[in-house]
């Protein structure tokens, strides 16, 4: 009995043997370089088709589409200018006119009435100029608006600003009115 077991242990051993160099003879994969690329080459090529050639004729038509629209839209926006453009010149034409005939109307007597009457005016300014020059220095504006500007650098709080802004804007609003009233009074007297 042990021969017979060892004989058939043998050939269990042969058997496996064999079993093991045919599943390792099979289960060695080989892999043909050339055929593999042309199937991803093949498949890289049908994806790009469709991922990028697509859309890009698809942008191509539109912008075909868009340029013969800017076209269109361009020569209207010329042909409006060039109708713009000739109305522009034919009004340019009637003010050159208008221009050439009150150069013949100007002369030194009408260049003498129009100062005569700004005479007055021109009082009245230096008035107010030294009304206004006068009232500020008598008072100090300049310093005092100085004063206001280097106490809003100078504050740290918002609401510290905020109360000096308004107080400086409601001075210069109150300096600006008495200039106006003083300016009104000095119309109305030497009216």
């Known amino acids: 009995m042990t021969t017979a077991s060892e004989s058939q242990k043998e050939s269990n051993e042969k058997w496996f043997k064999w079993l093991i160099a045919a599943v390792k003879a099979k289960s060695t994969v080989q892999v043909d370089a050339d055929k593999v690329a042309d199937v991803v080459a093949q498949q ?30 361009g020569a209207e926006r010329l042909s ?26 100007v002369n030194f007597v009408s260049v003498s009435r129009i100062a005569l009457a700004l005479i007055p005016l021109l009082i009245a300014l230096i008035l107010v100029g ?11 504006i300049g310093p005092l608006f100085g004063w206001i500007w280097t106490s809003f ?16 804007l409601g001075a210069a609003a109150f300096f600006v ?10 119309y109305e007297n030497l009216r």
């Not at 713009?84 to 109307?105: C, D, I, N, P, W």
Request: aromatic share 10%; net charge negative; charged share 25%.
């Open 44 to 73: 890289v090529t049908e994806h790009f088709d469709q991922a990028v050639q697509k859309p890009v004729e698809g942008l191509r038509s539109d912008l075909e589409g868009f340029r013969e629209e800017m076209g269109a839209l």
């Open 177 to 186: 009115w008495v200039v106006f009233r003083m300016s009104r009074w000095v």
């Open 80 to 105: 409006e200018a060039r109708t713009e453009l000739q109305g522009l010149l034919s009004e340019m034409r009637g003010v050159e006119e208008m221009v050439k005939r009150y150069e013949r109307q």
């Open 153 to 168: 650098t100078a504050a740290s709080l918002w609401w510290h600003k905020l109360l000096i802004a308004i107080g400086g």
């Open 130 to 140: 030294g009304l206004v020059w006068g009232f500020g220095s008598m008072v100090g």
